[in-house]
C-alpha cells in the first residue's frame, strides 16, 4: 500500500502562484509513476501532470505552459508549480501515485487539496 498526503493548496488571487506538495509513504518504493489531478464541481477529473522516476513529464492541455511538476525520489515527493492561476483552475487538486508493473499497475490517491483562485 500507498499513502499519499498533499499539502499547500489554499485561496489564491487571479494571477498569483501555488506550489503544492505530495509526500508518499508507505510502500513508495514500488511508485512509478506520480502525478496530479484536479476535479472541478460537477466536472470530471482531469489531468494536471505527471512526471514518471525518470523525469519524463506529461500535462494537461489547460496547465501546460503555467505549471511545472517536480519530483525528488530520495525524499518520495511531487510537486506541482502553478502560476498565472485563473478562476478556472479553483478545483480540488488529487495526488497520484501508480506503482510499477512488477508491483501491480495500482492506481493510489490522496485525499486532495482544495485550491481557490479569487479575488
Known amino acids: 500500500q500507498v499513502q499519499l498526503v498533499e499539502s499547500g493548496g489554499g485561496l489564491v488571487q487571479p494571477g498569483g502562484s501555488l506550489r503544492l506538495s505530495c509526500a508518499a509513504s508507505g510502500r513508495a518504493f514500488s511508485i512509478g509513476r506520480m502525478g496530479w489531478y484536479r476535479q472541478a464541481p460537477g466536472k470530471q477529473r482531469e489531468l494536471v501532470a505527471t512526471i514518471t522516476s525518470g523525469g519524463r513529464t506529461n500535462y494537461g492541455l489547460a496547465v501546460m505552459d503555467r505549471s511545472t511538476i517536480s519530483r525528488d525520489n530520495g525524499k518520495n515527493m511531487v510537486y506541482l508549480q502553478m502560476n498565472s492561476l485563473k478562476s478556472e483552475d479553483t478545483a480540488v487538486y488529487y495526488c497520484?501515485?501508480?506503482?510499477?508493473?512488477?508491483?501491480?499497475?495500482?492506481?493510489?490517491w490522496g485525499r486532495g487539496t482544495q485550491v481557490t483562485v479569487s479575488s
Open positions: 497520484n501515485a501508480r506503482l510499477l508493473p512488477q508491483y501491480g499497475d495500482n492506481d493510489f
